[in-house]
């Protein structure tokens, strides 16, 4: 394990975006994680908010993507705030969400998978709820988490936004570069003029080449690591 470890997380689900980010990855020999809100691929349905400005892609897409080696995971059923919401119906969306994923995604396992959470927010009963489904889950907080272990569960995230995030994503990575390590994992969401706070792909490109030459670095998705270090 390097001391460094690295997760880029992609939220939403874009068809141009996810296209794009597993052509990158792949040409510095990695793999993106891509976290798929399990309605949006249905015709008609509603974007949660104006930060869902482009197409969504579809699950013969992410399958392809999945046996390309990149990880998919959950984004809600329909991408809505647990606090805003009763938690019997946290309850019931999370198993819609499950069992969507289980008929759409070939060899989908929810105790092998990370629940990226829509807004990166949680209610207690709920981030409960998740640890009994899921191997982990990953909420806003403090982003630099411990190495992964047996006992990990919950995966804190940084996200940057409404604007482009380039410029202060740099300046957590360099902190981060010069600290004494651990495990850093990104919430992020489209390239270019995709989403919330998107990453320019040229800048993301040459961020991946920089990282992925760097002994101490390992990027790695969540789901990856968490199985590859438990």
Known sequence: MGTHLISFTFDDGFEKSGRNL????????LRTSLSIIARGAEPGFP???EWHNAPRGSWELWNELAARGHEINPHGLDHTN???????????KLEECIAIFREKL?????????????????????????RKKFRGYR???NPVNPPPSKAARRINCWSDGPG??????????????????????LGMHGLDEEGW??????YLRNLLKRLSS?????????????????
């Open 47 to 49: 974007p949660p908010d």
């Open 164 to 185: 482009n995030a380039d410029a202060n994503l740099e300046a957590l990575i360099n902190r981060f570069l010069s600290s004494a390590g651990g495990w850093l994992v």
């Open 139 to 141: 909420p806003g907080g």
């Open 106 to 130: 070939g060899g989908f396992d929810p105790a092998k998978s990370v629940y990226c959470c829509p807004y990166n927010s949680v209610t207690p009963q709920f981030e409960e709820l998740l």
């Open 82 to 92: 647990p606090r805003s919401f009763p938690e019997d119906e946290n309850a019931r």
């Open 22 to 29: 597993a052509a990158m990855f792949e040409e510095f020999g």
């Open 214 to 230: 760097d002994n101490r670095v390992e990027v790695i998705g969540p789901t990856t690591a968490l199985a590859k270090y438990s």
């Open 197 to 202: 706070g998107p990453l320019s792909s040229g």
